[in-house]
């Protein structure tokens, strides 16, 4: 008996491509979607103002849908929304319709996604969302559409062609959408006068929510090395050994700060082949130290350091007592630097 083997599809579908034609590809690709993107800027009109102004007014919040690819760009452009500060999620309109509808209530708003316009899916929600009253903004690439039509506001976004050289999957649309959304989170969070503390407030476990929100006081180490102005310098070196902070402050008697001896202060005074037991630590320290509040944002902190190439600054309260230090080792820690 002969056996036959039967040639994979993608075998059988496979062409040989060139390194120029990989390249040709993707310029096509990214020039396509360029131009869709380009043909929105005269689209952004009386429409969108509409659309902005209906979820401004939203007292509940914004619910995203779509089905399929548009599904996965409305579930980020409710994830734009949401940290940009307009309340907002994600329904898959497939679960929705087998009991998600619930998370609807007649305070939010919807706004669907469907390049056709009619995706059953999407289309089927249409007479439960106008029964419950929710405001619904359709992004489509057909102003015809069933969707279209029922939509009380509606964003055009078709495209001339789709990157896709089969015109089937989605590619310039789906990019044209996701522009359009972040246009809208983008125009609401200047309305809104959203800034970038508001921002880290909905990151606080990224980069930039710790270096907005993290403060001096956050950081800071109370416990730190302190001698008097005439401590001998072998008595401060012990102090320095024992806090292990390479440094020591020196507070005068009315308890403000004199200065601070640091390795650097250290190295110069051996240069100088200073006396151990007889110097005083007064004749080494640098009197005019860089200091910080506690109040003050540990970015700031670290900048100070950064410029004037220290590791470690002394926190003063408002009259200039010492009350703690910073050190950079610990900003690094918090994931500052």
Known sequence: MVTTTMPNTLEIQQKPMTKHA?????QRTVRLE????????????????????????????????????????????????ASTGTPAFFMHPG???????????????????????????VITLLPLIKRIGAPLIAMTGNPSSTLSLAADVHLDV???????????????????????????????????????????FSHPGGALGRRLLLKVSDVMQ??????????LLSDALM???????????????????SGIFTDGDLRRALD?????????????????????????????ALNIMEDNNISTLVVVNADNTPCAVVHIHTLIKAGLA
């Open 34 to 81: 360029q131009e869709a993107i380009e043909a929105l800027y005269s689209r952004i009109d009386s429409h969108f103002s509409a659309a902005c102004e209906t979820l401004l007014a939203c007292t509940g919040r914004v619910v995203v849908t779509g089905m399929g690819k548009s599904g996965h760009i409305a579930n980020k452009i409710a994830a734009t929304l």
């Open 222 to 231: 109370s416990d730190f090395p302190q001698v008097k102005p005439e401590t």
């Open 22 to 26: 990989f390249i040709e590809a993707g």
């Open 272 to 300: 100088k082949r200073q006396d151990l037991h007889t110097t005083a630590i007064i004749e080494l320290m640098t009197a005019d130290c860089k200091t910080v509040h506690p109040d003050m944002l540990a970015a700031e």
């Open 95 to 121: 679960e929705a319709s087998h009991g998600d509808l619930g998370m609807l209530t007649s305070s939010d708003v919807v706004i669907a996604l469907s390049g056709s316009g009619t995706t059953n899916e």
């Open 239 to 257: 102090e320095i050994t024992q806090k292990g902070l390479g440094m020591t402050t020196i507070i005068g008697s009315n308890g403000t700060l």
């Open 158 to 200: 078709h495209v001339k062609e789709e990157a896709c050289p089969l015109g089937l999957a989605p590619t310039s649309s789906t990019t044209a959408t996701l522009v359009m959304g972040d246009a809208l989170a983008v125009a609401l969070l200047e309305a809104r006068g959203f800034s970038a503390e508001d921002f880290a």
